[in-house]
C-alpha cells in the first residue's frame, strides 16, 4: 500500500502561533514596487549609527507527498519586507540611500530565487522536512554574508562607483533569474 505523508510547513505553525500574537505587517517582493520612505515605520534606535536599516527576509511553506519512496514536493518562498522594523534617519537620507536600501531588499528576492531553485533541482528523502530547513538555513546563511558584502563594498552606499556596480549587477541577475 502506498505510504502517503502530507507536511505542511510554516504556513499552518505560523497562523497558530498567530492566533497569540500580533500580526506583523509585510510587503511581497514584486519587480513592479519600489520602496519609499514612507515604508520604514520602524523606530529609530536611540544609538543608531547607519542612515537606514531594512528589514528583509525569506519566508516558505511547503506541502510533501511521498509515494513509492518519491517525494512530491509543493512549495512557495516568498522575500518580504518588514516595515514596522524597518527605519530611516530623514536627516541624513537621500534618494541614494533609498536606493541602497531598495538593494537590500532585491538581494532577498535573489536569495528567495535560489532557494526556489535548490528546492526545484533536489531529489528529497523521507526525511524532507530536515532537509528543507537545511537549505533554508543555508539559504539565510548565504544572503546574510551577501548582504554584510554588499554594505562593506559600497561603504553603506556612500561609494557612488561601487553602488553603481552593485546596481547593475543585481539588475542583472534578477533579469537572468526571472528567465530560469
Same mark, same amino acid.
Given at each position: ?36 520612505? $514612507?515604508?520604514? #515605520?520602524?523606530? *529609530?534606535?536611540? =544609538?543608531? /549609527?547607519? !542612515? ?33 522594523? $524597518?527605519?530611516? #534617519?530623514?536627516? *541624513?537620507?537621500? =534618494?541614494? /540611500?533609498? !536606493? ?81
Amino acid at each position: 500500500m502506498d505510504k502517503i505523508i502530507a507536511i505542511w510547513m510554516c504556513f499552518f505553525l505560523g497562523m497558530i502561533s498567530c492566533l497569540s500574537q500580533e500580526i506583523v505587517e509585510t510587503i511581497p517582493w514584486q519587480s513592479q514596487y519600489r520602496l519609499k520612505w $514612507s515604508d520604514f #515605520r520602524g523606530p *529609530v534606535p536611540v =544609538d543608531a /549609527v547607519p !542612515a537606514a536599516t531594512t528589514a528583509s527576509g525569506i519566508s516558505y511553506r511547503y506541502s510533501a507527498n511521498l509515494m513509492h519512496h518519491e517525494v512530491d514536493l509543493d512549495f512557495e518562498v516568498t522575500a518580504y519586507f518588514y516595515p514596522d522594523e $524597518s527605519w530611516y #534617519r530623514p536627516s *541624513v537620507c537621500d =534618494d541614494n /540611500v533609498l !536606493a541602497h536600501e531598495q538593494l537590500h531588499f532585491d538581494i532577498s528576492e535573489l536569495y528567495a530565487r535560489k532557494m526556489r531553485f535548490k528546492l526545484e533541482r533536489t531529489a528529497f528523502s523521507e526525511n524532507v522536512k530536515k532537509e528543507i530547513r537545511d537549505i533554508y538555513q543555508e539559504t539565510l546563511n548565504e544572503l546574510k554574508d551577501f548582504q554584510e558584502k554588499y554594505d562593506w563594498e559600497t561603504n553603506f552606499s556612500r561609494n557612488l562607483e561601487t553602488q553603481a556596480k552593485w546596481n547593475a549587477r543585481i539588475a542583472e541577475a534578477l533579469e537572468r533569474t526571472s528567465r530560469e
